[in-house]
């Protein structure tokens, strides 16, 4: 079974850091894109981050030159690290994972960010 848990979320200045990490579990994941969604209160889910198995990234365009997104294959980790955030970076951050083979996704349960003064 599939699963996808987040840390590292919590609460930050405006300007400040986090790194959020998500751990896999259930399959190797060397065949899937992981990435990072967000939802903020009354938002829809959006698109954050993703990588590739080959380690090709894509971001949303709020945040790119902030955020960077990287794996650890062995460890079956992705990271979010996110730099100068912004109040409206405010939201719940899930990890997701998508087979390349079944294109099957699959949900952490998100970690909440806070941008407040």
């Known amino acids: 079974q599939v699963q996808l848990l987040e840390s590292g979320g919590g609460l930050v200045h405006p300007g400040g850091s986090l790194r959020l990490s998500c751990v896999a579990s259930g399959s190797s994941f060397r065949s899937y894109t992981m990435g990072w969604y967000r939802q903020a209160p009354g938002l829809q889910r959006e698109l954050v981050a993703t990588?590739?198995?080959?380690?090709?990234?894509n971001y949303a365009d709020s945040v790119k030159g902030r955020f960077t997104v990287s794996r650890d294959k062995a460890r079956k980790m992705v990271y979010l690290q996110m730099n100068s955030l912004k109040p409206q970076d405010t939201a719940v951050y899930y990890c997701n994972a998508v087979s390349y083979r079944t294109n099957r996704a699959y949900w952490g349960q998100g970690t909440q960010v806070t941008i407040s003064a």
């Open positions: 990588i590739t198995p080959g380690g090709s990234t």
